[in-house]
């Protein structure tokens, strides 16, 4: 049993909903909070800046009045991502203001800080950070994190080629605090694997860009419904990090997904470019799993079926 912060504790569905650079919003982040999976959103989705104020607004009282009506179906916590890179100029304005509104989780990602940690603890909140192998993690932990968010080979936008079941393993090995397992879960048996493996939650993004409140162009979410993993492209061309992307925006955007160039890491930028994302999209490998475009509810829903059922078959053999 891994030691869980209270935050993160009582929740019956263990599910955290990946933020989407630029596609998640309150709507979202909402619909997934009180349908039972911790929904987020990065802070620069907010443009301009000031506009993260309000959406932390509406988020927090969004949930206190679900909350107020529903006493026996209390809505999950939510979290925003931060980019912890010195491209992103936002970042000490956007934690301020996650400190005034006490935000339950901070994500970071592209950078561990122990600053940023401490502003989250300051309030009781936890902080998740994003690694792709083992010596990140150990760094993430060393820095302050309370947990980590383990992205494995097939997860969407910036991701990792390890395994998930050696990455799991050899973070299990020393570290037992809360671990997120990201990476082509689509599916209520695929969130039964990463619990059985050794994750205290499956992170899901991709099905959730496909879905009604997700603020994605239709024809993104159609990509999606209709691709599966033989269309995903994984290049750092596009960020200078590599990630996976879907072929067909590519193709749309004039370049050949089969021969793409080479980026310079040195020129990374995560805070201002969002030109890059908007045209081409990034998606993860588990996404044949999506077949049409679902208000949250009824994603949410599904999983939780398919996860019973999954349950329901593995203690029957």
Known sequence: MSRMPAVLQKMPFKVIGSPLFIISNPQLVIAQCINGVIGSMPALNARPASQLDEWLAEITEALAAHDRANPDRLAAPFAINQIVHKSNDRLEHDMALCVKYK?????????????????AHSYGGVVLHDIINNRFAHKAIGKG???LIAVAAGAGGHAGVKSPFALIQEIREWFDGPVALSGSIATGDAILAAHAMGADFAYIGSAFIATEEARAVDAYKQCIVESNSDDIVYSNLFTGVHGNYLAPSIRNAGLDPDNLPVSDPSKMNFGSDRKAWKDIWGCGQGIGAVKSVLPTAQLIDRLKSEYAAARARLLAN
Do not use: C, F
Request: proline residues 5%.
């Open 103 to 119: 935000v339950p989780v901070i994500i970071t990602s592209l950078g561990a800080r122990e600053d940023v940690n401490a502003a």
């Open 145 to 147: 994190a309370d947990g």
